[in-house]
Protein backbone atom coordinates (compact mmCIF):
# COMPACT_ATOMS: atom_id res chain seq x y z
CA UNK A 1 0.00 0.00 0.00
CA UNK A 2 1.75 3.35 -1.06
CA UNK A 3 -0.87 5.87 -0.15
CA UNK A 4 -3.14 5.55 3.17
CA UNK A 5 -5.36 8.55 2.55
CA UNK A 6 -8.72 6.63 3.04
CA UNK A 7 -11.98 7.97 4.84
CA UNK A 8 -14.19 6.01 6.79
CA UNK A 9 -17.94 6.00 5.38
CA UNK A 10 -19.04 8.10 8.19
CA UNK A 11 -16.55 10.59 7.85
CA UNK A 12 -17.60 11.07 4.28
CA UNK A 13 -20.54 11.63 5.14
CA UNK A 14 -19.44 14.47 7.54
CA UNK A 15 -17.38 15.83 4.58
CA UNK A 16 -20.48 15.64 2.25
CA UNK A 17 -22.64 17.67 4.67
CA UNK A 18 -19.60 20.44 5.44
CA UNK A 19 -20.26 20.69 1.43
CA UNK A 20 -23.66 21.13 1.15
CA UNK A 21 -24.00 23.23 4.34
CA UNK A 22 -21.56 25.99 3.23
CA UNK A 23 -22.43 25.78 -0.83
CA UNK A 24 -22.02 29.11 -1.35
CA UNK A 25 -18.48 29.41 -0.31
CA UNK A 26 -17.59 27.79 -3.56
CA UNK A 27 -17.37 28.00 -6.81
CA UNK A 28 -18.41 25.08 -8.08
CA UNK A 29 -21.51 23.06 -7.01
CA UNK A 30 -21.46 20.39 -4.50
CA UNK A 31 -22.31 17.63 -6.25
CA UNK A 32 -19.44 17.82 -8.50
CA UNK A 33 -17.32 18.47 -5.42
CA UNK A 34 -18.54 15.16 -3.78
CA UNK A 35 -18.03 13.28 -7.28
CA UNK A 36 -14.18 14.60 -7.67
CA UNK A 37 -13.48 13.59 -3.90
CA UNK A 38 -15.03 10.95 -4.08
CA UNK A 39 -13.34 9.53 -7.37
CA UNK A 40 -9.91 9.88 -5.34
CA UNK A 41 -11.29 8.09 -2.05
CA UNK A 42 -10.99 4.84 -0.25
CA UNK A 43 -12.90 3.38 2.45
CA UNK A 44 -11.56 2.26 5.56
CA UNK A 45 -12.65 0.94 8.26
CA UNK A 46 -10.89 2.75 11.26
CA UNK A 47 -11.96 6.25 11.92
CA UNK A 48 -9.21 9.13 11.46
CA UNK A 49 -8.67 11.88 13.85
CA UNK A 50 -10.70 14.74 13.23
CA UNK A 51 -7.65 16.89 12.58
CA UNK A 52 -6.59 14.49 10.25
CA UNK A 53 -9.96 15.01 7.97
CA UNK A 54 -9.18 18.19 6.33
CA UNK A 55 -5.41 16.87 5.45
CA UNK A 56 -6.72 13.80 3.69
CA UNK A 57 -8.46 16.39 1.92
CA UNK A 58 -6.13 18.69 0.71
CA UNK A 59 -4.11 15.07 -0.21
CA UNK A 60 -7.03 14.30 -2.50
CA UNK A 61 -6.91 17.67 -3.63
CA UNK A 62 -3.26 17.33 -5.03
CA UNK A 63 -4.27 14.07 -6.52
CA UNK A 64 -6.98 15.21 -8.46
CA UNK A 65 -4.42 18.22 -9.25
CA UNK A 66 -1.83 15.40 -10.83
CA UNK A 67 -4.50 13.82 -12.69
CA UNK A 68 -5.87 16.98 -14.78
CA UNK A 69 -3.72 17.34 -17.67
CA UNK A 70 -6.79 18.77 -19.93
CA UNK A 71 -9.01 21.74 -18.65
CA UNK A 72 -7.05 23.42 -16.53
CA UNK A 73 -9.18 26.32 -15.82
CA UNK A 74 -12.14 24.19 -14.24
CA UNK A 75 -9.34 22.36 -11.75
CA UNK A 76 -8.20 25.36 -10.95
CA UNK A 77 -11.44 26.07 -9.55
CA UNK A 78 -11.37 22.67 -7.56
CA UNK A 79 -8.36 23.18 -6.11
CA UNK A 80 -9.31 26.33 -4.87
CA UNK A 81 -12.57 24.70 -3.25
CA UNK A 82 -11.49 21.94 -2.11
CA UNK A 83 -8.77 24.03 -0.02
CA UNK A 84 -11.51 26.17 1.32
CA UNK A 85 -13.40 22.69 2.58
CA UNK A 86 -9.94 21.70 4.55
CA UNK A 87 -9.78 25.27 5.55
CA UNK A 88 -13.43 24.89 6.77
CA UNK A 89 -13.36 21.04 8.11
CA UNK A 90 -10.00 22.27 10.10
CA UNK A 91 -12.01 25.14 11.97
CA UNK A 92 -14.15 22.92 13.37
CA UNK A 93 -14.35 21.55 16.28
CA UNK A 94 -14.29 17.32 16.77
CA UNK A 95 -17.75 16.20 15.62
CA UNK A 96 -18.15 13.60 18.55
CA UNK A 97 -22.09 13.30 19.00
CA UNK A 98 -23.72 15.06 21.67
CA UNK A 99 -25.33 11.71 23.12
CA UNK A 100 -27.55 13.60 25.68
CA UNK A 101 -29.22 15.87 23.61
CA UNK A 102 -29.81 12.87 20.95
CA UNK A 103 -31.82 11.08 23.73
CA UNK A 104 -34.15 14.20 24.65
CA UNK A 105 -34.60 14.80 20.94
CA UNK A 106 -35.82 11.12 20.67
CA UNK A 107 -37.86 11.23 23.70
CA UNK A 108 -39.63 14.47 22.65
CA UNK A 109 -40.03 13.69 19.07
CA UNK A 110 -42.49 10.31 20.18
CA UNK A 111 -45.86 12.25 21.17
CA UNK A 112 -45.02 14.23 18.16
CA UNK A 113 -44.64 11.36 15.80
CA UNK A 114 -47.45 9.06 17.24
CA UNK A 115 -50.00 11.97 16.63
CA UNK A 116 -48.76 13.16 13.33
CA UNK A 117 -49.28 8.72 12.65
CA UNK A 118 -52.44 8.66 14.24
CA UNK A 119 -50.73 5.51 16.47
CA UNK A 120 -49.95 5.10 20.42
CA UNK A 121 -46.79 4.17 22.31
CA UNK A 122 -47.09 0.38 23.27
CA UNK A 123 -44.21 0.35 25.54
CA UNK A 124 -41.20 2.22 26.49
CA UNK A 125 -38.16 2.10 23.77
CA UNK A 126 -34.17 1.28 24.91
CA UNK A 127 -31.31 3.47 23.55
CA UNK A 128 -28.19 2.02 24.00
CA UNK A 129 -25.04 3.89 22.70
CA UNK A 130 -22.76 1.29 21.43
CA UNK A 131 -19.13 1.19 20.30
CA UNK A 132 -20.32 -1.43 17.97
CA UNK A 133 -23.60 -2.55 16.64
CA UNK A 134 -24.69 -6.26 18.15
CA UNK A 135 -23.74 -8.99 15.63
CA UNK A 136 -24.25 -9.36 12.61
CA UNK A 137 -24.91 -5.59 11.89
CA UNK A 138 -21.42 -4.54 13.18
CA UNK A 139 -20.38 -5.64 9.73
CA UNK A 140 -22.10 -2.86 8.51
CA UNK A 141 -19.66 0.34 8.53
CA UNK A 142 -22.18 2.63 6.69
CA UNK A 143 -24.71 3.01 9.60
CA UNK A 144 -24.69 5.59 12.16
CA UNK A 145 -28.11 4.49 13.77
CA UNK A 146 -30.07 1.20 13.60
CA UNK A 147 -33.58 -0.04 15.10
CA UNK A 148 -33.47 -3.90 16.33
CA UNK A 149 -37.10 -5.25 16.75
CA UNK A 150 -38.13 -7.87 18.27
CA UNK A 151 -37.37 -9.86 15.05
CA UNK A 152 -34.04 -9.22 15.79
CA UNK A 153 -34.47 -10.43 19.36
CA UNK A 154 -35.92 -13.76 18.58
CA UNK A 155 -33.61 -14.23 15.40
CA UNK A 156 -30.21 -13.42 17.05
CA UNK A 157 -31.05 -12.45 20.63
CA UNK A 158 -30.20 -8.88 20.35
CA UNK A 159 -32.62 -6.78 22.64
CA UNK A 160 -35.10 -4.63 21.20
CA UNK A 161 -34.31 -0.87 20.96
CA UNK A 162 -32.50 1.96 19.15
CA UNK A 163 -28.84 1.44 18.65
CA UNK A 164 -26.47 4.62 18.10
CA UNK A 165 -23.14 4.01 17.23
CA UNK A 166 -20.86 6.83 18.99
CA UNK A 167 -18.07 7.26 17.13
CA UNK A 168 -20.24 7.83 13.95
CA UNK A 169 -22.46 10.68 15.22
CA UNK A 170 -22.36 14.66 13.84
CA UNK A 171 -25.05 17.51 14.09
CA UNK A 172 -28.18 17.15 12.12
CA UNK A 173 -27.61 14.00 10.43
CA UNK A 174 -28.19 12.42 13.68
CA UNK A 175 -31.30 14.16 14.40
CA UNK A 176 -33.08 12.75 11.56
CA UNK A 177 -31.57 9.66 12.04
CA UNK A 178 -32.84 9.11 15.63
CA UNK A 179 -36.58 10.01 15.02
CA UNK A 180 -36.42 7.79 11.70
CA UNK A 181 -35.57 5.09 13.96
CA UNK A 182 -38.30 5.51 16.53
CA UNK A 183 -40.64 5.71 13.43
CA UNK A 184 -39.40 2.34 13.11
CA UNK A 185 -40.10 1.61 16.78
CA UNK A 186 -43.45 3.03 16.61
CA UNK A 187 -44.72 1.28 13.66
CA UNK A 188 -42.99 -2.32 14.50
CA UNK A 189 -44.85 -1.97 17.69
CA UNK A 190 -48.59 -1.12 16.50
CA UNK A 191 -47.93 -3.77 13.87
CA UNK A 192 -50.35 -6.56 13.78
CA UNK A 193 -47.73 -9.05 13.13
CA UNK A 194 -44.91 -7.62 14.74
CA UNK A 195 -42.67 -10.66 13.48
CA UNK A 196 -42.13 -10.04 9.81
CA UNK A 197 -39.90 -7.94 8.36
CA UNK A 198 -42.50 -5.87 6.36
CA UNK A 199 -42.45 -4.10 2.98
CA UNK A 200 -39.54 -1.70 2.73
CA UNK A 201 -40.66 0.95 0.54
CA UNK A 202 -43.21 1.30 3.20
CA UNK A 203 -40.84 1.19 6.41
CA UNK A 204 -38.28 3.03 4.94
CA UNK A 205 -40.16 5.71 3.32
CA UNK A 206 -42.51 6.62 6.08
CA UNK A 207 -39.61 6.64 8.41
CA UNK A 208 -37.89 8.91 6.73
CA UNK A 209 -41.25 11.52 5.93
CA UNK A 210 -42.01 10.92 9.65
CA UNK A 211 -38.69 12.17 10.48
CA UNK A 212 -38.87 15.27 8.52
CA UNK A 213 -42.28 16.37 9.70
CA UNK A 214 -41.67 15.55 13.34
CA UNK A 215 -38.00 17.37 13.41
CA UNK A 216 -39.96 20.19 11.54
CA UNK A 217 -42.49 20.18 14.37
CA UNK A 218 -39.81 20.55 16.73
CA UNK A 219 -37.91 23.02 15.71
CA UNK A 220 -39.76 24.80 13.22
CA UNK A 221 -36.72 25.11 10.75
CA UNK A 222 -36.99 24.56 7.00
CA UNK A 223 -33.46 25.18 6.69
CA UNK A 224 -32.49 22.33 7.78
CA UNK A 225 -34.89 20.37 5.62
CA UNK A 226 -33.71 21.83 3.10
CA UNK A 227 -30.26 20.67 3.96
CA UNK A 228 -30.82 17.17 4.22
CA UNK A 229 -33.24 16.92 0.89
CA UNK A 230 -30.04 18.42 -0.40
CA UNK A 231 -27.67 15.51 0.79
CA UNK A 232 -30.12 13.10 -0.11
CA UNK A 233 -29.90 14.39 -4.02
CA UNK A 234 -26.26 14.57 -3.73
CA UNK A 235 -26.09 10.94 -3.09
CA UNK A 236 -28.83 10.30 -5.55
CA UNK A 237 -26.79 11.76 -8.37
CA UNK A 238 -23.41 10.38 -7.80
CA UNK A 239 -24.40 7.14 -6.14
CA UNK A 240 -27.43 5.39 -7.67
CA UNK A 241 -26.90 2.37 -5.84
CA UNK A 242 -26.25 3.48 -2.57
CA UNK A 243 -28.62 2.89 0.05
CA UNK A 244 -29.43 6.27 0.76
CA UNK A 245 -30.52 6.87 -2.70
CA UNK A 246 -32.72 3.86 -2.33
CA UNK A 247 -34.45 5.44 -0.12
CA UNK A 248 -34.90 8.60 -1.97
CA UNK A 249 -37.15 5.93 -4.30
CA UNK A 250 -39.16 5.36 -1.32
CA UNK A 251 -39.50 9.13 -0.10
CA UNK A 252 -40.84 10.30 -3.62
CA UNK A 253 -43.72 7.22 -2.82
CA UNK A 254 -44.73 8.48 0.11
CA UNK A 255 -44.88 12.02 -1.16
CA UNK A 256 -46.70 11.44 -4.29
CA UNK A 257 -49.21 9.75 -2.22
CA UNK A 258 -49.12 13.55 0.28
CA UNK A 259 -49.43 15.29 -3.15
CA UNK A 260 -52.77 13.64 -3.57
CA UNK A 261 -54.26 13.48 -0.73
CA UNK A 262 -52.44 15.72 2.24
CA UNK A 263 -51.22 14.31 5.45
CA UNK A 264 -54.15 12.39 5.34
CA UNK A 265 -53.58 9.71 2.87
CA UNK A 266 -49.89 9.14 4.55
CA UNK A 267 -51.71 8.60 8.06
CA UNK A 268 -54.23 6.08 6.17
CA UNK A 269 -51.25 4.14 4.44
CA UNK A 270 -49.64 3.85 8.15
CA UNK A 271 -53.35 2.45 9.56
CA UNK A 272 -53.98 -0.07 6.82
CA UNK A 273 -50.53 -1.25 6.41
CA UNK A 274 -50.09 -1.85 10.07
CA UNK A 275 -53.36 -4.19 9.71
CA UNK A 276 -51.67 -6.36 7.22
CA UNK A 277 -47.94 -5.94 6.35
CA UNK A 278 -47.53 -9.01 4.95
CA UNK A 279 -49.99 -8.35 1.74
CA UNK A 280 -48.99 -8.53 -1.65
CA UNK A 281 -51.07 -5.52 -2.34
CA UNK A 282 -48.26 -2.80 -0.98
CA UNK A 283 -45.68 -3.67 -3.66
CA UNK A 284 -48.68 -3.55 -6.27
CA UNK A 285 -49.35 -0.13 -4.48
CA UNK A 286 -45.69 1.36 -4.80
CA UNK A 287 -45.64 0.39 -8.55
CA UNK A 288 -48.46 1.89 -9.33
CA UNK A 289 -47.74 5.01 -7.02
CA UNK A 290 -44.70 4.93 -9.33
CA UNK A 291 -46.10 4.74 -12.16
CA UNK A 292 -48.81 7.74 -11.78
CA UNK A 293 -47.70 10.66 -13.91
CA UNK A 294 -47.25 14.42 -12.94
CA UNK A 295 -50.87 14.65 -12.86
CA UNK A 296 -51.57 13.75 -8.90
CA UNK A 297 -49.26 16.53 -8.13
CA UNK A 298 -50.93 19.42 -10.35
CA UNK A 299 -54.56 18.12 -8.92
CA UNK A 300 -53.10 18.19 -5.31
CA UNK A 301 -51.34 21.95 -5.13
CA UNK A 302 -54.53 23.62 -5.94
CA UNK A 303 -55.97 22.40 -2.97
CA UNK A 304 -53.62 22.19 0.15
CA UNK A 305 -53.50 24.76 2.72
CA UNK A 306 -50.38 27.47 2.52
CA UNK A 307 -48.73 26.55 6.36
CA UNK A 308 -45.06 26.64 5.98
CA UNK A 309 -44.34 23.06 6.43
CA UNK A 310 -47.00 22.33 3.78
CA UNK A 311 -45.77 24.70 0.86
CA UNK A 312 -42.33 22.78 1.74
CA UNK A 313 -43.10 19.64 1.17
CA UNK A 314 -44.88 21.19 -1.88
CA UNK A 315 -41.71 22.12 -3.11
CA UNK A 316 -40.18 18.37 -2.67
CA UNK A 317 -40.78 17.46 -6.42
CA UNK A 318 -39.03 20.09 -7.81
CA UNK A 319 -35.30 19.71 -8.37
CA UNK A 320 -33.18 22.05 -5.99
CA UNK A 321 -30.48 22.21 -8.99
CA UNK A 322 -27.86 24.89 -10.07
CA UNK A 323 -27.30 25.89 -13.82
CA UNK A 324 -24.19 24.33 -14.66
CA UNK A 325 -21.75 25.96 -17.20
CA UNK A 326 -18.53 25.26 -18.42
CA UNK A 327 -15.47 26.85 -16.64
CA UNK A 328 -14.67 29.34 -19.44
CA UNK A 329 -17.86 30.45 -19.66
CA UNK A 330 -17.79 30.75 -15.91
CA UNK A 331 -14.90 32.57 -16.27
CA UNK A 332 -16.62 35.31 -19.10
CA UNK A 333 -19.84 35.56 -16.97
CA UNK A 334 -17.84 36.40 -13.53
CA UNK A 335 -15.63 39.06 -15.43
CA UNK A 336 -18.66 40.59 -16.73
CA UNK A 337 -19.93 40.69 -13.46
CA UNK A 338 -17.62 42.24 -11.62
CA UNK A 339 -18.13 45.44 -13.73
CA UNK A 340 -20.54 48.42 -12.99
CA UNK A 341 -21.55 49.03 -16.35
CA UNK A 342 -22.04 44.88 -16.99
CA UNK A 343 -20.39 45.44 -20.82
CA UNK A 344 -17.07 44.70 -21.99
CA UNK A 345 -15.96 44.74 -25.52
CA UNK A 346 -15.26 41.52 -27.04
CA UNK A 347 -11.55 41.87 -27.14
CA UNK A 348 -10.80 42.75 -24.39
CA UNK A 349 -12.49 40.19 -22.09
CA UNK A 350 -10.17 37.56 -24.33
CA UNK A 351 -6.96 39.50 -23.75
CA UNK A 352 -7.78 39.96 -19.90
CA UNK A 353 -8.65 35.78 -19.12
CA UNK A 354 -6.39 34.73 -22.11
CA UNK A 355 -8.18 31.94 -23.48
CA UNK A 356 -7.85 30.48 -26.74
CA UNK A 357 -9.38 32.30 -29.53
CA UNK A 358 -11.41 29.25 -30.47
CA UNK A 359 -12.46 27.95 -27.08
CA UNK A 360 -13.32 31.45 -26.19
CA UNK A 361 -15.77 32.63 -29.68
CA UNK A 362 -17.44 29.04 -28.67
CA UNK A 363 -17.98 29.57 -24.67
CA UNK A 364 -19.66 33.40 -25.97
CA UNK A 365 -21.74 31.72 -28.80
CA UNK A 366 -23.11 29.09 -26.24
CA UNK A 367 -23.60 32.12 -23.91
CA UNK A 368 -25.74 34.02 -26.11
CA UNK A 369 -27.38 31.15 -27.05
CA UNK A 370 -28.71 30.58 -23.73
CA UNK A 371 -29.40 34.12 -23.11
CA UNK A 372 -27.09 34.60 -20.67
CA UNK A 373 -25.52 37.28 -22.18
CA UNK A 374 -26.28 39.70 -25.07
CA UNK A 375 -23.59 40.69 -27.86
CA UNK A 376 -24.00 44.35 -29.22
CA UNK A 377 -21.67 46.01 -31.73
CA UNK A 378 -18.21 44.88 -30.64
CA UNK A 379 -19.75 44.69 -26.51
CA UNK A 380 -20.79 41.51 -24.16
CA UNK A 381 -23.44 42.53 -21.99
CA UNK A 382 -24.41 41.02 -19.45
CA UNK A 383 -28.45 40.73 -18.35
CA UNK A 384 -29.73 41.42 -14.59
CA UNK A 385 -31.33 38.31 -14.71
CA UNK A 386 -27.48 36.59 -15.05
CA UNK A 387 -25.98 38.81 -12.46
CA UNK A 388 -28.42 38.06 -9.98
CA UNK A 389 -28.29 34.29 -10.64
CA UNK A 390 -24.03 34.73 -10.43
CA UNK A 391 -24.67 36.38 -7.19
CA UNK A 392 -27.09 34.22 -5.39
CA UNK A 393 -24.54 31.00 -6.64
CA UNK A 394 -26.66 29.48 -8.90
CA UNK A 395 -24.60 29.02 -11.83
CA UNK A 396 -21.78 27.00 -11.39
CA UNK A 397 -19.10 25.63 -13.76
CA UNK A 398 -18.26 22.07 -14.29
CA UNK A 399 -16.27 20.10 -15.95
CA UNK A 400 -17.14 19.08 -19.50
CA UNK A 401 -14.44 17.40 -20.86
CA UNK A 402 -13.84 13.51 -21.47
CA UNK A 403 -11.39 12.38 -18.58
ZN1 LIG B 1 -34.68 2.83 8.48
Redesign the pocket.
Known amino acids: MKTKKQLQYPEYKYVLANIVENSNEFTLPSWLIVKELWSKTKFSDQPTRNKEISTKIIACSKKLIQSSKKDLIYYQFLQKDLKKLAQILKSKYPYTGNTRSLVKIGEKCLPVLAKEMGLNIKRKVNVFFVAEFPKPYNRIKTWDL??ADRNDERKYGIKEGIYVHKERQFPLFCEFLII??Y??FIVRSNSKRELSSGHKWI??GL??WYSFIAHFRLFRSIDNLVFFKKVYQIYEKNFPRSPLAE?SQYDRAIKRLYLWGGHEAVKKLVSKYLQNPNSSRWSRLYRNILQEKSDIISVANTKRPGDRLNSYLLTLHEKVDTLNISAVEYLILNELNMKVQKCMPYKKIRYLLSIKEKVFDDAISRLEGCGLILKKENNVILNDTSSSLLDAGAIKPVYYGTK
Request: aromatic share 18%.
Open positions: MFHEVHEEADY
